[in-house]
């Protein structure tokens, strides 16, 4: 397994604020996602890399853009 990067912390870090805004339970998108609240906080906390299905599938559940979850471009 790869291991988990900064940006992946970004990204988790993301995940998790747009969760708490929308008022969901690391429980009800575990559910909707069909895996572990665990993950889902592992995901959070960038102990795990969140694969690009999943994450398309976060940003529908959450009802955001999967551009939320990326730090903006630095030129």
């Known amino acids: 397994m ?11 870090e993301k995940i998790r604020i747009n969760r708490i805004i ?8 575990g559910e909707k996602l069909e895996i572990s609240e665990q993950q889902i906080r592992y995901y959070e906390i ?11 599938s976060i940003a529908n559940f959450l009802k ?3 551009n939320e979850f990326f730090p903006e471009k630095n030129d």
Do not use: F, P
């Open 64 to 66: 955001t853009s999967i």
């Open 22 to 29: 929308r008022k969901r339970s690391r429980l009800w998108l």
């Open 2 to 12: 790869t291991k988990a990067t900064k940006l992946d912390q970004v990204i988790g």
């Open 46 to 56: 960038g102990k795990h890399r969140v694969s690009a299905s999943c994450l398309y």
